[in-house]
């Protein structure tokens, strides 16, 4: 075992390391978490996604489910992660140490660390051209630089390049940290947004040249936007998408409104040009210029940090509040309209007669002509299920079927439709309370008293019945200490007759409980027993026993103390009642009662008291009584009277 001394000193040691790379093991099947998202970047080539934590300085790798392989920490602060064109490096980048870091994307290790001549920034970070992009500067004065990973430091050349933003037709130029954006379906383009104030300045360039040239550019204030947290290129269209709502056409050179989709806060385009919105507590997917969703995934009670695609358009990848942070979540199936399937089954019905089931099934993106639904039906006769007839959907969506339940109780009605090209699968289901008969079920002993430890046998008689004719016995004694436990189970005899036998040291309730069947309902009866407790009382001190008349006496002098010791079933916190009598004149007259408690050994030692004169005959007993002496576990006992007699 590991002592506490020799662990801290480990995380002492860890700690201190400048970069770390830890890869997850094959069974690992933890979730990709970051406290403060930074970039979220896809890399179609490994079927790999990479999110940074600006807070810790960290960036994790994820595969296509979302589960953690593998992480480099020690960067400090990652606002951004862009992927080169062709998966093998992830850049990113580190505005506090102004650097651009190129990882293999594959393992995590640093490649490449590129300075960057500023004070303020990269913030930012794209691959356009062949070339990283990067934006940097202050809310005055915020420009575009770029790394060109194919010149060799070494040969004195410098690969890193400020002063990027065309100034030329482009208005008072750029202000703040751009936001950037690229499309693998045209590589040689970058959308630039601007964030340092609410004019909104948007801009595309052509980037596969040697230097970037202007092909649309808007920095009117106001005149578009509000201002800029999010600008996508659109794929398979000459527009930008802001702010995951606004579509904006490019054209001779500036941009224009082009239509918008129902409010959001940012999004992402994917290759085929379906869009990925985050709004409120949703992720919503819409098709190209489309007015309501494809699909919408639920985020919780808080938006989504960010969303990105998959190149193949077959998921997207989500980091969404959870109590540890921000989880990556891959959102399956997302170009799948999802269907809505009701099934509404009467709430009651008689066994063995016709029913009808109606249902409707609809979604926001028109269904194939004549879908057929399958139909389950779950009862006691069929627990794994039976296959109905298939239900073809009406023109408007509905659909019904009858049916004649064989069996009663709950029964389940399941309709389910195996999804098409455009549409998820959908489930839905109903219950139906069948009728069922009853039948009868008695239990003997009910209300009767038995001497403590008796062996009482309980026997329970089932009527008619269907199949099942099996029957429980439960019993459950009187305390907190003990509970419920079955005592006997199995099928009656050919009189219907079951039994099991108690030891009656306790009160008990015996339940008889039978199941019920298809057919016949299920049936309960309880019979309370009741058990008295074990009472017996030793005489000491007496110098002999002789008899009065018919009765035997304890013979005591009379300046002895007599000393009679109670036995009785233990339980906690009982107390023996002594009762107390004297003889006089032909009649015994009530003289004490007094409760003493038991020992933990169920012993009560009680001294009676020398009378001091002689003649005096006595007798005592001691009493259980439910509830007085302190429990009700037990029935009122009576202990034998022990009779005294003082002599000279």
């Known amino acids: 075992m590991r002592s506490t001394s020799t662990a801290t000193a480990l995380a002492v040691l860890f700690s201190s390391v400048a970069l770390s790379v830890a890869t997850a093991g094959g069974a690992s099947a933890a979730a990709a978490v970051v406290t403060s998202p930074g970039g979220l970047a896809v890399d179609d080539a490994l079927q790999r996604v990479f999110v940074s934590d600006q807070a810790d300085g960290q960036i994790l790798a994820a595969d296509y489910n979302g589960t953690f392989l593998a992480q480099a920490a020690g960067f400090g602060r990652v606002s951004d992660l862009a992927v080169s064109d062709d998966g093998a490096t992830l850049y990113a980048a580190l505005p506090d140490s102004h650097e651009i870091v190129a990882l293999n994307a594959a393992d995590l290790q640093v490649r490449t660390r590129y300075p960057v001549a500023t004070g303020t920034g990269p913030v930012h970070v794209a691959f356009a051209g062949g070339k990283v992009w990067f934006s940097y500067g202050d809310q005055w004065d915020g420009d575009l630089g770029s790394v060109d990973p194919a010149v060799d430091p070494s040969s004195g050349a410098d690969p890193v390049a400020l002063a990027q933003i065309p100034t030329e037709g482009t208005g008072s130029g750029m202000w703040g940290q751009a936001l950037l954006d690229t499309d693998p379906l045209r590589p040689g383009l970058l959308a630039v947004g601007e964030t340092g104030d609410s004019t909104g300045t948007e801009a595309v360039l052509d980037v596969s040249g040697a230097t970037p040239v202007v092909t649309a550019w808007h920095d009117t204030s106001y005149a578009l936007n509000d201002g800029l947290g999010d600008i996508d290129l659109v794929a398979g269209a000459d527009q930008v998408l802001v702010n995951g709502t606004d579509r904006h056409a490019w054209a001779n050179g500036t941009l224009t409104k082009a239509g918008a989709y129902p409010a959001g806060q940012r999004a992402d385009v994917g ?297 009785m079933t233990y339980y906690p916190g009982r107390q023996q009642r002594f009762d107390l009598q004297v003889y006089y004149q032909g009649t015994w007259y009530s003289a004490d009662s007094e409760y003493f408690p038991l020992g933990t050994n169920g012993k009560s030692a009680v001294s009676l008291g020398a009378p001091g004169e002689s003649g005096i005959r006595a007798r005592m007993r001691s009493v259980y009584v439910n509830g007085s002496s302190g429990d009700t576990v037990n029935s009122t006992t009576y202990g034998s009277w022990k009779y005294l007699y003082f002599s000279n």
Do not use: C
Not at 527 to 553: D, F, L, M, P
């Open 271 to 567: 290759r085929s040009g379906l869009i990925a919105q985050i709004t409120g507590t949703k992720v919503a997917i819409y098709r190209p210029n489309a007015t309501q969703p494809v699909r919408t995934y639920s985020t919780g009670t808080q938006s989504a940090a960010d969303v990105a695609w998959a190149g193949d358009s077959s998921r997207v990848f989500a980091l969404i509040a959870t109590s540890g942070g921000y989880t990556l979540k891959a959102l399956t199936d997302p170009t799948k309209n999802v269907p809505t399937l009701t099934v509404n089954a009467p709430s009651t019905a008689t066994r063995a007669k016709s029913l009808t089931v109606t249902g409707k099934l609809s979604a926001t993106v028109p269904l194939p002509a004549g879908a057929r639904l399958s139909v389950t039906r779950t009862d006691l006769e069929s627990p794994g299920g039976k296959a109905l007839a298939s239900v073809t959907v009406k023109a408007d969506g509905t659909y019904s079927f009858t049916d004649t339940p064989p069996a009663g109780g709950t029964v389940k009605y399941t309709v389910k439709y195996a999804g098409d090209a455009e549409h998820t699968a959908a489930t839905a289901s109903d219950t139906v309370d069948v009728s069922r008969a009853s039948t009868s079920l008695s239990l003997n002993n009910n209300g009767k008293t038995y001497a403590y430890g008796a062996d009482v046998k309980f026997t329970a008689h089932l009527g008619t019945t269907y199949k099942n004719r099996s029957v429980s016995i439960y019993a459950d004694p009187f305390g907190s200490d003990k509970g419920k436990k079955l005592i006997k189970t199995g099928t009656v005899n050919s009189d219907g007759n079951i039994s099991a036998w108690v030891d009656m040291t306790r009160d008990t309730a015996v339940t008889a409980v039978f199941s019920g069947d298809a057919r016949y309902k299920p049936r309960t009866v309880k019979s309370t027993a009741y058990a008295k407790v074990k009472i017996s009382t030793a005489v000491s001190k007496h110098y002999k026993t002789a008899k009065i008349g018919s009765t035997t006496y304890y013979w005591f002098h009379k300046s002895t103390d007599p000393l009679l010791t109670t036995t």
